[in-house]
């Protein structure tokens, strides 16, 4: 299974654009790239998924370069409630989800 | 409220007692999982049914776990015996099924959060 790395924590404040970049270097042809997200005293919850180049939806969006190696999750225009744990998650045809330690997002007014 | 739910939320017991979780997955969700997570710690998988058929198994599921889907329904996970380190959050989720390179989207419930005394 690719392992990811992802910064632990960050900090932002409302109104600006969250980036949080994860690393999956041994990502295989059949890998997608996903992320979840999740607040305190509740299950995660499905953002964003994507294979390659881009991916928007109403959450978020999902910038993936050529070679495959990182990812970044993009979220406009943060707001307090936007404060949680993101996962970044490399997943294959099987059916297990591998998190990691997540990045704990923090949102300031 | 369509998602999947969990009974009980918490439970606190005493250490070597057996303890029972029930999830009960969104109804045309043919595919279930449990994890565990604890405090500061990503989700872990546990173990994963399609249908009825408990199709892997993690190494985390010893032998006093035991996970059941008799009807390809609800779902229940016992810990039998329970330790200290039993102590976590049970999250259950499910999926609908897919084909192969489909990373099918997994819709979690709230959990049960397992205190061991």
């Known amino acids: 299974l690719a392992k990811t790395t992802q910064p632990i924590s960050m900090d932002s404040y409302e109104g600006q654009e969250v980036n949080i970049t994860c690393s999956h270097n041994?990502?295989?042809?059949?890998?997608?790239i996903t992320w979840y997200q999740q607040f305190p005293s509740q299950g995660p919850r499905f953002i964003i998924q994507g294979y390659k180049t881009k991916v928007t939806n109403e959450v978020a969006s999902l910038f993936i370069p050529a070679d495959r190696k990182s990812s970044t999750l993009s979220l406009p225009r943060v707001s307090l409630s936007d404060t949680a744990v993101y996962y970044c998650?490399?997943?294959?045809?099987?059916?297990?989800?591998?998190f990691g330690g997540g990045t704990r997002l923090m949102v300031k007014p | 409220d369509t998602g999947v739910s969990q009974d009980p939320r918490h439970k606190i017991t005493k250490r070597g007692q057996n303890v029972t979780f029930r999830c009960d997955p969104i109804?045309?969700?043919?595919?279930l999982y449990w994890y565990r997570q604890t405090l500061g710690q990503g989700p872990e998988f546990l173990t994963y049914?399609?249908?009825?058929?408990?199709?892997?198994k993690s190494r985390l599921l010893s032998d006093r776990f035991s996970a059941e889907r008799p009807k390809g329904s609800f779902s229940t996970l016992e810990i039998q015996r329970t330790e200290q380190g039993d102590s976590a959050m049970y999250l259950c989720?499910?999926?609908?099924?897919?084909?192969?390179?489909?990373?099918?989207?997994?819709?979690f419930g709230p959990g049960t959060r397992l205190t061991v005394l």
């Open positions: 041994n990502i295989a042809t059949n890998d997608y």
């Open positions: 109804s045309e969700h043919n595919r």
């Open positions: 049914f399609q249908n009825e058929a408990q199709l892997e």
């Open positions: 989720a499910s999926s609908r099924p897919g084909g192969e390179r489909l990373n099918n989207e997994q819709f």
């Open positions: 998650l490399v997943f294959n045809a099987g059916n297990m989800l591998t």
